[in-house]
Structure formats: structure tokens, C-alpha cells
């Protein structure tokens, strides 16, 4: 599976053409797409694009209808499918947005804009050098994550936390989110966020459909932590320690 599908992490989208072609469909790709795409919403789910491919043995080229779709859509999509390449397909992508949303794949992003910032600074003033040398772990955590649309889930979170100079593992986090009323306690949804965190943008709760043996689609809820909620929650325990 390694190679088959390429995900844009830039813009969190997946080929359509690359994905007809992992699950080996043998249906025209323009009316596998027409059809798998009912229900979702154009420049928002996917968008249109045209590549230039080979046309000919002589080197002519010619230009093919594409479509750049969300990396949840490509999900879904593989699951409709309700083969093994789509399963294999659907888990391939999973594992790439769990590897992409590790701690240490968000730092590497973050200090890669850091790293930008600091050399586009640097050009503009130099006299500003030694000032941003000082600012750039705020620039590296603050800036860089709150701006990035990744969110984690909260075992990431307690690894960041811990990565930041404060010792606590998951369970622990739980525990002291649920007492603190940040995730609700008790009943069918313990563990997910009070609606106000929401809406001040600590954290997301991101649905799933995952497919049960008799066929049946069940949906799955997860309390995830946005860029906004990483920076919230590493300042308060950094603040408790001082």
C-alpha cells in the first residue's frame, strides 16, 4: 500500500484518480466519482483540478479532469467501497493522520515555521536577531500550533505537556480534565468536552463511521485538543509549576 495513495498534508487532501486507481476500480473514473460523491460538498469536501498527463507515445500531452478531496471523504469513500483494498485503503490513511498528528511530527512543523519566520526577520532587521533568538520557543509553540488547523487527542496532549517540562501520563490528564469540567464525567458521554470549550475552541469532537461485522455503520465520537487548546492547556500547567 506504501506509495499507492499520496496524501497533500498542506491542504489535508487526497487525489481522487490515485484513490479510484488503489481500489482497483474497474468503473469509469468519472462516473465512479459522479457517483461516490453524492452528498458531499463541492469547494469544501473536494474541488475540481486538471492535470497534464502523457497522451501519446510520441510525448503529446492532454489534459484530465481530478479532484482534490478531503482526507475524511477519501475515508468514507474506501468504506462504501466494502472491500479489502478499500479497508486496506481507509486504514492506510488512518495510520497517516495518526503519524502526522504525533507531538513530535507537530513540533517538526512548527519549528519549520519557526525557522522561516526567524530567517525572513532576520533579513528585514537585523538588529532584531538576538530578540528573536530569545522569542523562539513562544514563536515555535504559540504561534506556529495555535495557528495549525491539527488537532490531537488528549494521551498527544499529556505527551506535549510532559515534552514541556510537566510529568503527567493520560489517565492522569483524564482525571484532571473531568475534574476540573472540562470533559463532561458521567453517562453516555463521559469523556467529551462541555459544550462551552467548545465553542471557545479548546477542543473538537471528531465523527467516525466504522463498520461492524453484520455490516451495520456505527458512529464513533473522540474528544480531540485544537492548536488553540494545545497552547491553553501547556501555559496552564507550565503556570502551576512556576
Known amino acids: 500500500m506504501n506509495g499507492l495513495i ?3 498534508f498542506d491542504t489535508q487532501t487526497v487525489s481522487a484518480r490515485e484513490l ?5 476500480i474497474e468503473k469509469r473514473f468519472s462516473t465512479w466519482f459522479e457517483t461516490n460523491s453524492q452528498g458531499f460538498l463541492e469547494n469544501e469536501d473536494f474541488r475540481g483540478v486538471y ?3 502523457q497522451g501519446n507515445q510520441y510525448g ?6 481530478d479532484y482534490e478531496m478531503s482526507v475524511d471523504m477519501a475515508k468514507h469513500i474506501c468504506l462504501m467501497s466494502r472491500t479489502e483494498k478499500g479497508k486496506q485503503c481507509r486504514q492506510y490513511l488512518i495510520d497517516l493522520e495518526k503519524a502526522w498528528n504525533t507531538p513530535e511530527q507537530i ?3 512548527a519549528l519549520k515555521m519557526a ?3 526567524i ?3 532576520k533579513s528585514e532587521n537585523h538588529a532584531l536577531t538576538e530578540r528573536i533568538e530569545q522569542d523562539k520557543p513562544k514563536i515555535l509553540f504559540a504561534d506556529a500550533v495555535s495557528a495549525s488547523h491539527t488537532s490531537i487527542l488528549i494521551g498527544d496532549l499529556a505527551k506535549l505537556i510532559c515534552q514541556n517540562g510537566v510529568q503527567i501520563g493520560q489517565k492522569r490528564l483524564f482525571d484532571w480534565l473531568r475534574e476540573k469540567n472540562y470533559l463532561i464525567k458521567n453517562g453516555t458521554s463521559r469523556n467529551m468536552p462541555q459544550q462551552r470549550y467548545v465553542e471557545q475552541g479548546l477542543f473538537e469532537v471528531k465523527e467516525s463511521s466504522v463498520q461492524n461485522p453484520d455490516g451495520s455503520v456505527r458512529i464513533t465520537r473522540t474528544t480531540k485538543v485544537t ?3 494545545q497552547v491553553y492547556f501547556v501555559n496552564k500547567f507550565l503556570s502551576t509549576c512556576k
Request: charged content about 25%; proline content about 0%; overall charge positive.
Open 119 to 121: 530567517n525572513r526577520l
Open 115 to 117: 525557522d522561516q519566520t
Open 6 to 8: 499520496t496524501v497533500n
Open 20 to 24: 479510484h486507481k488503489a481500489l482497483g
Open 107 to 109: 513540533f517538526a512543523r
Open 51 to 53: 492535470l497534464e498527463v
Open 227 to 229: 492548536g488553540k487548546g
Open 60 to 65: 503529446g500531452k492532454q489534459t484530465v479532469q
